[in-house]
């Protein structure tokens, strides 16, 4: 059974650059949270997608979109990059948008010089 | 404010030691779940335990207990005997609800534990 896989694992961009980072759920999950996590602190809530739509969102601006598929993957997608947008990027799935039970990726570490 | 706040930053025992890990919150919502997870080196987060704010039982699993007093708003952890692998970030975490019937997720900034053997 797989479980939450994230590509790529590490991405350096230029700052004003667009990134885009992937997700696959666990097998069965149909909801994926993203996380933004800075160095030493804990993970930022972005947004969650299900059913293909944008569920909930945390305090991001709207350089920061997403992307669910029929087939429940997702993507993560920032514009204009920023230094401070460097961090571990997290993604989490689960069966439906309650935040009861989620699966964490190993993330994608996106460095921004 | 609705947050969550570890005060230890960084934690360093030695094997063998019990260590509690603190976790205070802050929320209007009358109902809310608490969880702990564990960040190894390798990044992924690592579910450890859930509670919903009608449950104050404590809970024993194995090495590791939590203590969840609602008067206090205080979520804790304990290792008992701690061993070299349970050197992780641990975080606490918090449902919060939004409008519309929206939630998310709101994370402490954690804290380090290191054991050394």
């Known amino acids: 059974d797989a479980g939450v896989t994230q590509s790529p694992t590490h991405l350096i961009k230029t700052r004003g650059q667009q990134v885009t980072l992937r997700c696959s759920p666990k097998s069965g999950h149909d909801t994926v949270s993203w996380y933004q996590q800075a160095l030493g602190q804990g993970p930022q809530f972005i947004f969650q997608?299900?059913?293909?739509?944008?569920?909930q969102r945390g305090n991001f601006p709207d350089r920061f979109s997403g992307h669910q598929f029929p087939n429940y993957s997702s993507e993560l997608n920032v514009n204009a990059l920023l230094l401070g947008d460097s961090a571990l990027y997290l993604c989490?799935?689960?069966?439906?948008?309650?935040?009861?039970?989620?699966?964490f990726g190993p993330g994608t570490r996106l460095t921004v010089t | 404010a609705q947050k969550v706040t570890q005060a230890q930053t960084e934690i360093s025992v030695v094997e063998k030691e019990d260590v509690t890990l603190d976790c205070v919150y802050e929320?209007?919502?009358?109902?809310?779940?608490l969880f702990w997870y564990k960040q190894p080196p390798s990044g992924e987060l690592v579910f450890l335990i859930r509670r919903n704010s009608f449950d104050e039982q404590n809970e024993i699993s194995g090495r590791y207990s939590w203590n969840f007093q609602k008067s206090t708003s205080s979520f804790n952890f304990t290792i008992t005997a701690s061993q070299v692998v349970d050197s992780a970030v641990y975080f606490c975490?918090?449902?919060?609800?939004?409008?519309?019937?929206?939630?998310?997720?709101?994370f402490g900034k954690g804290t380090k534990l290191t054991v050394n053997p």
């Open positions: 975490a918090l449902t919060l609800k939004g409008t519309g019937g929206s939630e998310k997720l709101v």
């Open positions: 989490a799935s689960s069966l439906g948008t309650s935040f009861y039970e989620q699966y």
């Open positions: 929320t209007r919502d009358t109902t809310y779940y």
């Open positions: 997608y299900y059913e293909e739509e944008e569920r």
